[in-house]
């Protein structure tokens, strides 16, 4: 599946958005992938989910499970682990860090493989990636539907991305008067308070 194929399927779903976005990580950017809209089409899913799941395989081999941060990864993990006929967990906030909870435990020396939705910085891979090491697991790797920073998201670990996309992102105090000038949608639930 190639980048245009994975924006073909955002596209399809009404997902490819244009306007001013402030992103997960704060940073404010004129195009958002709401990929919530794609998630809804089990069929959209799962054609992204299998193709992700066969670059994955084709790379590292198949993992003993897939665990992603909750709650947006939830989806595209357990599609993708259903291609990879593997568990799928998922680690959560609590008090502000991912943890492990639910009852899921992880075994030691278990390849683990975390998966992502969209990225922009790796923040969300670089925190989901602390509670599955200091549980014993081994991350062979990180892998998205898209990485929407064009390859230069730091995630610590090798990067498996479905798409890769340029979109520009900017912090709250520099952006273009051309965003500035429109108002501002938080779309995501990354700070939404209880």
Known sequence: MTTDDV?????????????????????HS???LQKNLVFQYPERTARLCK?????IEASFGKPDLIVS???GAIIPGYETARWLGVPAMYVEREEGAFRLRRAFSIEPGAKVVVIED???TGGSFREAVE???AAGGVVLCCACLVDRSGGRADVGFPLVALATLDVPSYPADNLPSEL????????????LRA
């Not at 000038?181 to 990354?190: D, R």
């Open 180 to 191: 500035a000038a429109l108002p501002a949608e938080e779309p995501g639930s990354k700070r």
């Open 118 to 120: 969209v990225i922009t």
């Open 51 to 55: 193709a992700l799941a066969e670059k």
């Open 69 to 71: 941060p909750a709650v």
């Open 131 to 133: 509670p599955i090491e």
């Open 7 to 27: 924006l073909e399927e955002f596209r399809g779903a009404g997902a490819l958005r244009e306007g001013h976005f402030i992103l997960a990580s704060g940073r």
């Open 30 to 32: 004129p195009m958002f």
